[in-house]
């Protein structure tokens, strides 16, 4: 998978683990479907982890297991929607067609696999941004990643700052939150957990 190998280009090799064709039986037992191979590849070679330090994906064996993790997601969304059934135009699983969670973010973003053909390698992801309409992205998991990741790599060294907060903070000021890592550009990298 060359979307897989770019990467391991930008996280470095992956942490050694042994994972078992086993490992996604139940989960995808639950789902009723096979999961998208570039996410279940990714998984199995790097693990439960946060993808710089912002994007947070799950495996089945992992120290918070995906399944556990889909299960709550589903029941909070599902009990949400179905009070507001007209202002959200997904369903969740197990209803047919439902989104299938895989994650979240630390700007409160949830992901989901949208199930919207029969081959889970041409599913889609939806986004259910918070407090705002959800996005829908016609890429797959892997294309997803490297997208999210370039985009925190790819801004400028200032983002993050309030514009108008800008105009009070001295050069050096910002240049400290810049090195401390709190403002500008994240660096590629996988933590596990």
Request: proline letters at 10%; hydrophobic letters at 35%.
């Amino acid at each position: 998978m060359a979307g897989m190998d770019d990467l391991v280009r930008l996280f470095g090799p992956p942490p050694v683990r042994t994972p078992s064709p086993d490992d996604w039986a139940e989960v995808e037992r639950h789902v009723g479907s096979a999961l998208p191979a570039d996410f279940k590849a990714f998984l199995d070679a790097y693990g439960t982890g946060s993808i710089c330090g912002e994007l947070v994906v799950f495996h089945p064996r992992g120290s918070s297991p995906l399944l556990d993790r889909m299960r709550q997601i589903h029941d909070s969304f599902g009990r949400s929607w179905r009070r507001e059934a007209d202002a959200y135009p997904f369903r969740f699983h197990p209803d047919p067609g439902g989104l299938i969670s895989w994650g979240y973010d630390h700007s409160g973003d949830e992901h989901f696999f949208w199930p919207c053909d029969s081959d889970p390698d041409r599913w889609k992801i939806v986004t259910n941004i918070n407090g705002a309409e959800p996005e829908v992205f016609e890429k797959s998991f892997v294309d997803f990643v490297l997208d999210f990741v370039m985009r925190l790599r790819d801004v400028d060294q200032y983002h993050g700052i309030d514009p108008d907060t800008l105009e009070f903070l001295e050069p050096e000021d910002l240049d400290e939150l810049v090195e401390r890592g709190e403002i500008g550009p994240v660096e590629p990298s996988f933590e596990p957990f």
